[in-house]
């Protein structure tokens, strides 16, 4: 009988703790509904920058081709068989349907481009720009940041890569980067104006950048200069308004403009997502044609 007693007092002693806490959390405040809309708020603060950009550009970017020159894209696009070359760079009829809509952009297409943005700098060298002389520029290929990130220095024999000139007397070195086969970014070694720099159209951490282009310039100081990088006064470069994409593949040809307009010299980029559609003709015509347009 006693046994009984205390069961019954302990189970009314839990009913009252249960009954205690429902009403407690009853009257307590609603939490937020979980939010599921992170790509819309990714997409909604791109967005947003973009149009500061726009605000800020003046005159405005060519939103398309001469008719003309949009005629012969077409007819670019139908070719079959048709390969283009540029230095020692070459691309085929699959390689020019990157830069169809929606498409990723290949090592052939950046690869490519940067030979024209090469061109176009040896080209213009003596002319001015804001009224100061086009930077000298050298642009690698896609394969020297793979080379960098796997190998290092040594292993990925980078010292080869400078043999017939030395970046030290470039104002400007160019470096497109591939992220994990996932991601294009551009970065430069700029020596005009003691900076490593690092543009992302999605805005992701670059610390890698940063980091493996520092260790590549001492190492190829301490090789060819015989002595270790003054480092003094230069820092790791993060422009506050690059223009940021609003989809999943547009990242490469957000790196072909951010490494043109680099190549120019310009200190801000004149392009935001809504110039897409119009820079991928573009590039179709300036590829064909073996040269970089000057409308832009």
Not at 3 to 19: G, P, S, T, W
Not at 40 to 68: C, G, H, M, V, Y
Request: proline residues 5%; charged residues 30%.
């Amino acid at each position: 009988m006693h046994m009984i007693l205390v069961l019954n007092i302990l189970l009314q002693q839990i009913f009252r703790r249960a009954l205690d806490r429902a009403h407690a959390t009853i009257r307590s405040p609603k939490p937020a509904p979980p939010f599921s809309g992170n790509l819309e708020r990714l997409q909604a603060a791109q967005a947003e920058k973009n149009k500061k950009i726009d605000q800020r550009i003046r005159p405005p970017f060519p939103t398309s081709l001469p008719p003309e020159a949009d005629a012969q894209v077409d007819k670019y696009l139908r070719s079959r068989g048709k390969v283009w070359k540029c230095a020692r760079e070459q691309v085929g009829e699959q390689d020019l349907s990157r830069l169809r809509p929606g498409q990723w952009l290949n090592d052939e297409i950046i690869n490519f481009y940067g030979a024209l943005i090469q061109q176009s700098s040896e080209e213009n060298k003596e002319n001015d720009v804001a009224g100061m002389k086009r930077p000298k520029v050298h642009q690698f290929s896609t394969f020297f940041w793979s080379k960098l990130k796997s190998s290092g220095y040594e292993k990925g024999r980078l010292a080869k890569w400078t043999k017939s000139f030395d970046i030290f007397q470039k104002d400007i070195v160019l470096i497109p980067v591939n992220h994990n086969n996932a991601h294009w970014t551009a970065a430069a070694i700029n020596f005009r104006d003691k900076r490593i720099e690092s543009y992302d159209s999605m805005g992701m951490d670059r610390t890698s950048v940063y980091k493996l282009l520092r260790q590549y310039v001492s190492d190829e100081h301490r090789n060819k200069k015989k002595k270790e990088f003054d480092w003094t006064g230069w820092e790791d470069y993060d422009m506050e308004d690059v223009p940021q994409q609003e989809n999943g593949y547009d990242c490469g040809v957000f790196t072909c403009q951010f490494l043109a307009t680099l190549a120019r010299g310009e200190k801000h980029f004149p392009f935001t997502q809504k110039n897409m559609p119009y820079l991928r003709r573009r590039m179709i015509w300036e590829i064909c044609n073996g040269r970089l347009r000057d409308d832009s």
